[in-house]
């Protein structure tokens, strides 16, 4: 029998990151937070930017206080949001990651739909379209003469490697976020880079999920205090190809949401679906853990609450987040339901604002407090999250039975019981840590700690982290 051991996943979200600490064996799974650390973009004169380098002293300051706790730390794994990446030239970063919010791309889209047409992207890289998809960004640096000094690209969780390792490489599942990856292939389309005009050479060495990919750097390991031998090894990482590892999926009729800042709902597929319907409905095949599929739709996420409790705040209304969900579940009569989705809620700013004028535009009643804009967010939401699994079942041909939701919204009650109740579905909630437990298996299954398929992993999960249930109500 295998013996326990530790591993560290580094989670960076849109929000904040983390850095835990996992122990694994056979029948064991825990995690534990060492340590959290804001991430807070930038605003400069070109545009917003992600602090990249104060995310990586995070990183190893979290590092560090995970070998001070458990010395006999076996490896560490990074995930992150997609898409957002930095231009490299040889050893040196040749400016910080533009955030995927900023507002810089819409001539590049013209340009790429020139040269390749959306039904043609979709044919090749099977993803829904989002302005911020890093073949866009890539495109908007083109046409500004950013790609020259350039000989890499590399997305957010394989910069952090590279400074952990000295090795570039591309992570295949978060690779399959760019719109530059062959969605049957699951390799670079040099066809399609091509056609686009971008310098093959940016395109870095493609690993998977589970492969080792260097030790740490000897002064890296020596600034946390780590043995030689510790391994940087691939996870899933892009933050939700690791949490639908750790969905605790028994059987093939589950649906999963992953409800953070973005929510990503859909199933796990062996195949991508590539037709035209499945395009018109903005539906995405993203690469999963194992050469699965993750079929699914971004929908606006919680965000669009943190966002207006912020504006309110900036108002100078003391308002607190959890206290206005108690308030909004209690709540009985009619609120607008609006479309999560509308573009002109991506931008940072007043949301509130945002919400009263599509209700205008719409001719919807709009909300006239704080508490009652939550209940319309949360009902928003679930309304979306509800749409969006109808169409997985038209599109696929799957009949759902059941919703697990994981990640951040696991805690907002109300908006799991909201989902219940618009689905018709229970909703199995949990767990909350779901990205950085599937960090921590499938470095915990590369070490030989434990063994087995998916579902083999997934029911560890289910068996250590029981999910709470929602079951619907009468509307």
């Not at 013996?3 to 799974?29: K, N």
């Not at 104060?54 to 010395?71: F, I, N, T």
């Not at 091509?194 to 890296?220: C, N, Q, Y």
């Not at 006239?368 to 939401?381: A, N, Y």
């Amino acid at each position: 029998m295998s013996p326990s051991g530790y591993v560290a996943a580094v989670d960076l979200g849109a929000t904040s990151g983390r850095v835990m600490l996992g122990r694994v064996g056979p029948g064991e799974l825990s995690v534990h937070e060492v340590s959290r650390f804001p991430n807070n973009p930038v605003r400069v004169t070109d545009g917003l930017h992600w602090n990249v380098l104060e995310l990586y002293r995070h990183v190893l300051a979290g590092l560090q206080d995970v070998v001070h706790q458990e010395p006999g730390l076996m490896s560490v794994a990074v995930d992150s949001w997609a898409v957002d990446y930095a231009l490299i030239h040889g050893r040196r970063m040749l400016g910080n990651p533009y955030h995927y919010r900023e507002a810089r791309t819409e001539k590049a889209v013209l340009s790429v739909h020139d040269r390749a047409t959306p039904a043609e992207l979709y044919a090749a890289n099977g993803l829904q379209f989002q302005p911020f998809n890093t073949l866009y960004q890539l495109m908007a640096d083109q046409d500004a003469g950013a790609l020259q000094g350039a000989d890499t690209f590399l997305l957010v969780p394989d910069l952090i490697g590279f400074w952990l390792t000295g090795r570039k490489v591309a992570e295949r599942t978060n690779a399959s976020t760019t719109g530059l990856l062959g969605v049957e292939t699951r390799s670079w389309d040099a066809a399609l880079i091509d056609r686009l005009r971008l310098p093959p050479a940016l395109f870095a060495e493609l690993v998977e999920p589970g492969e080792s990919i260097a030790a740490l750097l000897p002064a890296v390991a020596d600034e946390i205090g780590a043995r030689p031998s510790v391994q940087l090894t691939a996870a899933g990482s892009h933050d939700t190809a690791s949490a639908v590892v750790a969905v605790p999926m028994l059987t093939d009729d589950a649906a999963y949401i992953s409800s953070g800042t973005w929510s990503l709902v859909g199933v796990e597929l062996d195949r991508p679906v590539l037709s035209d319907a499945s395009r018109q409905a903005n539906f995405t095949n993203e690469g999963g853990v194992d050469g699965r599929v993750r079929y699914l739709r971004n929908v606006m996420g919680l965000w669009l609450l943190s966002e207006s409790v912020r504006s309110w705040r900036r108002s100078g209304l003391d308002v607190n987040q959890q206290t206005l969900l108690d308030r909004a579940a209690d709540l009985t009569g009619e609120v607008a339901v609006f479309d999560a989705n509308d573009p002109r809620f991506l931008a940072p700013g007043d949301i509130p604002s945002r919400i009263a004028d599509y209700c205008a535009e719409h001719g919807l009643r709009a909300p006239s407090s704080p508490v009652e804009c939550v209940r319309s967010i949360v009902e928003s939401l679930a309304a979306a999250y509800a749409e969006s699994l109808h169409q997985v079942e038209s599109l696929t041909g799957i009949s759902i039975r059941t919703v697990h939701v994981v990640g951040g919204g696991v805690h907002n009650e109300l908006l799991c019981q909201l989902t219940a109740d618009r689905t018709g579905l229970p909703v199995l909630a949990g767990p909350v840590e779901a990205t950085a437990i599937g960090n921590v298996l499938v470095q915990a299954r590369a070490a030989g700690l434990v063994h087995g398929d998916l579902r083999a992993l997934r029911a560890l999960v289910a068996a250590t982290f029981p999910p709470r249930v929602h079951r619907p109500r009468a509307r």
